[in-house]
């Protein structure tokens, strides 16, 4: 579904990403573990199209978007959700929502339908659905956050970061949310730092180290390296 080959990308002169290359298929669960300063978002970033990038080719589902503008890269089916979440506080759960389908081909027919079913993934977001969103706890603005990409209905997901801040117990939710979006027909991308937790939902993963693919396994494999869990898994 989506094929990243020898990306370079930086931020002026400084390069961040020296050709990386990652593939995500339908209907997997991919995460990219790595430190502060590898590059993880950089490369979502890139994916999503916010971010330049100067050498190297991203393709979604067969075709070349390297040049293709982020708002085209939505609408071909590519959400980002970014890290620290970027929810509208003043706004309520709902309008919040309801902002995700803004771009949504479908057009307003589906917008009501599409919510209920995020309220069925996430009871808590109906519950509190005229609610300011700002007065959500840090999972619940999590869950928001994902709720809001999936209203465009995408079918790759990039995850950057969605367990950033949040309770162990929380933690746990979240990744279930994700199992559930899998078996909902969406693919994933995860970026995460909670390497250990994320490794354990994936089909697949990447680590990244200075901007550079260091080593790519099963998740089961990753969490099996001995390398991995010194430097990722604190054992
Ligand atoms: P973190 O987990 O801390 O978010 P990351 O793996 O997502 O880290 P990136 O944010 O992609 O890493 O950063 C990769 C490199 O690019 C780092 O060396 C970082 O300092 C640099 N960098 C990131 N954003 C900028 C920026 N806006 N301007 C200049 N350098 C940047």
Redesign the pocket.
């Known amino acids: 579904m989506l094929e990243v080959e020898t990306l370079i990308s930086g931020?002026?002169r400084?390069e961040?990403l020296h050709g990386v290359s990652v593939s995500v298929g339908a209907g997997e669960i991919v995460t990219l573990v790595?430190g502060?300063?590898?590059?993880?978002?950089?490369?979502l970033r890139a994916i999503s199209g916010v971010q330049p990038v100067t050498g190297g080719r991203v393709a979604f589902e067969g075709a070349d978007i390297t040049r293709v503008p982020a708002h085209k890269r939505i609408s071909l089916g590519i959400a980002q959700v970014p890290?620290g979440r970027q929810i509208f506080a003043p706004l309520s759960v709902e309008d919040n929502l309801r902002l995700g389908a803004y771009r949504s081909k479908e057009g307003r027919n589906t917008v009501q339908s599409d919510l209920g079913r995020i309220f069925e993934m996430f009871p808590i977001l109906a519950e509190r659905r005229r609610n300011p969103a700002g007065g959500l706890s840090g999972g619940q603005q999590q869950m928001l956050a994902i709720g809001r990409a999936l209203m465009g209905r995408p079918r790759l997901l990039l995850l950057d970061?969605p367990s950033m801040g949040l309770a162990p117990i929380l933690v746990d939710q979240i990744l279930e949310a994700i199992v559930t979006l899998r078996k909902a027909g969406v693919t994933v991308f995860l970026?995460e730092?909670n390497a250990y937790a994320a490794l354990s939902i994936a089909d697949r993963g990447y680590v990244?180290e200075t901007?550079a693919i260091a080593k790519e396994g099963s998740g089961k494999a990753l969490i099996e390296d001995p390398a991995v869990r010194e430097a990722y898994l604190g054992v």
């Open positions: 931020y002026g400084i961040a790595g502060n300063g590898a590059g993880k978002t950089t490369l890290e970061e970026v730092q990244i901007g």
